[in-house]
């Protein structure tokens, strides 16, 4: 198959393209060419997507399979539509768990869940996206295939607050110093390694059956946020000080929490993949958290030049450990 990935070179994409390789697809990434992720076996195309006019390779081709990796607003689909209508069997767009209903009505999430999330811009965005997909597929036969990742990880840290690019929360923990643990850390939650995601996503790409559908892609491993930063403290070596603060105190403190906690992570999600393993089978999450932070830990550590210590981030938990403490 020849496949296009818009992107292809991030923590969630690349294990995909690797993959996709692997499996022999005639692979083909469209970036800026400014990461310095080399993917062996596939095609650059150097360019930017925002700028189609100057995409003079791009238009030269027809594919199997467009997958955008970048695409945050509805102007983000209408572009790709007019690229690539009548140019591709099938075209997948990576949208994001966190669209579907905040808070929840039941807790187990299926692709059925109702979309619905008012408190974070990042998902409203994606919900339009997928609307204008949903649309163009109705209307015009658009062949689209619609994928929301939850909190998938490979080369960045997965929890709530001080995470994720950002190294403040593990080099916190390092240094002895106290961590903020959202609630009584007893809600569950589902991180995904982006090896495992792979499995699932490659398994999608140029499955007819796929078009028209919509599919998250998770681990069936839950765990407690507890577990979650006791695990990670272990995979660093040392013991996590924790401070158990309330969600809504943390965002009326700082209220660009809101979007990584009130919008996503404050309550208990279990995701039910019975659909993607219906359709790709044989599917299955293999890596436990306990061994994939490892992996995630020791690359920061030979690649040290992404232990981001963000100043904005690290004032901010200070500030909320602060105004908890009355001090």
């Known amino acids: 198959m020849k496949v296009l990935f818009i992107g292809g070179t991030g923590n969630i994409s690349t294990p995909s393209s690797r993959l996709a390789v692997a499996r022999g697809m005639n692979l083909y990434l469209l970036n800026r060419g400014k990461a310095k992720v080399e993917i062996e076996g596939a095609h650059s195309i150097i360019g930017d997507i925002n700028k189609p006019e100057e995409l003079t390779e791009l238009k030269k081709h027809e594919w199997d399979v467009v997958v955008n990796w970048i695409a945050f607003t509805p102007d983000d689909i209408e572009r790709d539509i007019d690229l690539f209508k009548g140019k591709t069997k099938q075209y997948i767009f ?11 009505s039941y807790p187990v999430i299926t692709e059925s869940t109702p979309l619905h999330n008012n408190l974070w811009d990042y998902s409203q965005g994606k919900i339009q996206c997928e609307d204008r997909l949903q649309k163009a597929y109705r209307e015009e036969g658009f062949p689209i295939t619609i994928v929301r990742p939850s909190l998938t990880y490979d080369t960045v840290i997965p ?13 916190r923990i390092l240094d002895g110093k106290e961590i903020i643990v959202h609630g009584d850390g ?6 995904t ?23 998250h892609i998770t681990s069936d491993e839950v765990l407690t946020w507890n577990m979650i930063y006791k695990i990670l403290a272990d995979a660093l070596g040392k013991e996590a000080k924790v401070v158990h603060i309330a969600s809504d105190f943390i965002c ?25 393993k219906t359709f790709v089978p044989g599917f299955k999450a293999t890596i ?6 490892k992996r995630t830990v020791k690359w920061l550590k030979d690649n040290p030049e992404h232990q981001n210590i963000d100043a904005e981030t690290e004032a901010k938990i200070e500030n909320v450990l602060k105004a908890y403490k009355g001090l």
């Open 94 to 104: 990576i949208s994001s768990a966190s669209c579907y209903q905040t808070p929840l």
């Open 193 to 215: 390694h982006s090896d495992d995601f792979a499995k699932g996503f490659v398994g999608l790409l140029g499955l007819q059956t796929a078009i028209g559908h919509a599919f």
């Open 288 to 293: 436990p958290f306990s061994e994939g932070i």
């Open 252 to 276: 009326k403190v700082e209220p660009s929490f809101t979007g990584t906690l009130l919008a996503d992570k404050a309550e208990s999600v279990l995701f039910d993949n019975t659909k993607i």
């Open 186 to 191: 007893t809600s569950l939650w589902t991180v």
């Open 159 to 171: 929890i709530a607050l001080g995470g994720f690019d950002k190294f403040n929360t593990a080099q």
